[in-house]
């Protein structure tokens, strides 16, 4: 075909399209349920339960696509063709016009996660997961593990631009000295950028997760070096001990004493209140979330 036929086709199918042109007030009429043509791809599709939305149809590449524009409460008949005129302008040039507003949406997620930072996600995670979590401690050791050694590294940092190499920053000074801490810090900065990523600030793999990458770069932990346990006390150097021990000043012996007797763990006896405490019957109640 050659190029002036073309040109005459096109104008007559702009005529066509003209003529079979919608109005404001037919589509407000409008309500048996089906597709109206405006003309040039451009449809007001009427759904069975009365509901009215803007649809671009096109061919690009072979390929029929089907675009929504919006629904006719919020984008109005003269609004809708300037939206399906710049959707004919990228097929045009051969760019599909859903491609690029999916691109678009991308852009404005990126730059929404460009105003959260590390820290902003953490705080955010940890008080989503606070609910589920045993007990309240839990939540305060993800905030001083974060807080002591990830926060000066990457929390001003935003979360969408933390790589590899932050989370290396972080981790790596302890790895060799505090492998169980570090193995946990990893853990949790892994769990984080997961969370950030489903919620849209940021994209791709997760430089925190261990298998197939850092198990590439860093030890395992087991192997950077063996948990050495103290010996027991043997039981006929206890008096001594104790003696030595009631001798001191100060609530840290205190507490040792009171964990000594009572064969309670740590964290139990650090977070022990008066009112978990009966003197008169002698008898120490530990909430059920404490324990553990």
Excluded at 75 to 84: D, G, K, M, V, Y
Excluded at 198 to 222: C, D, F, I, M, S
């Amino acid at each position: 075909m050659r190029l002036f036929e073309i040109d005459i086709l096109t104008r007559i199918f702009e005529l066509m399209g003209s003529i079979s042109r919608l109005s404001a007030l037919g589509v407000k009429r409008m309500t048996r349920p089906g597709f109206y043509c405006d003309g040039a791809g451009l449809y007001l599709q009427i759904a069975r339960g009365g509901s009215k939305s803007w649809v671009f149809k096109y061919c690009l590449d072979g390929r029929k696509r089907q675009m929504g524009l919006g629904g006719l409460n919020a984008i109005s008949l003269a609004e809708a063709r300037e939206l399906a005129t710049a959707a004919r302008s990228l097929k045009a040039r051969g760019i599909d016009p859903i491609d690029a507003r999916q691109e678009q949406r991308r852009e404005r997620r990126l730059e929404r996660a460009k105003a959260v930072t590390f820290a902003h996600a953490a705080q955010a995670y940890i008080e989503a997961n606070r609910a589920g979590w045993k007990n309240s401690k839990h939540a305060e050791q993800w905030s001083v593990t974060i807080a002591t050694y990830v926060a000066p590294v990457m929390g001003r940092i935003s979360v969408a631009d933390i790589d590899t190499g932050l989370v290396l920053k972080a981790i790596e000074p302890i790895w060799k000295s505090k492998p169980e801490t570090a193995s946990r810090v990893r853990g949790r900065i892994e769990a984080i950028l997961d969370w950030a990523k489903v919620r849209g600030y940021r994209e791709g793999e997760n430089p925190a997760r261990w298998r197939g990458h850092l198990q590439k770069l860093l030890p395992a932990k087991t192997r950077v070096r063996a948990v050495q346990h103290h010996k027991a006390l043997p039981f006929r150097q206890m008096p001594e001990f104790m003696g030595t021990l009631r001798s001191q000043s100060g609530t840290a012996p205190l507490a040792l004493e009171f964990a000594i007797l009572t064969a309670a763990r740590t964290g139990e006896v650090i977070g022990a209140t008066w009112a978990e405490i009966d003197l008169d019957q002698q008898i120490w109640t530990i909430p059920a979330g404490r324990m553990g």
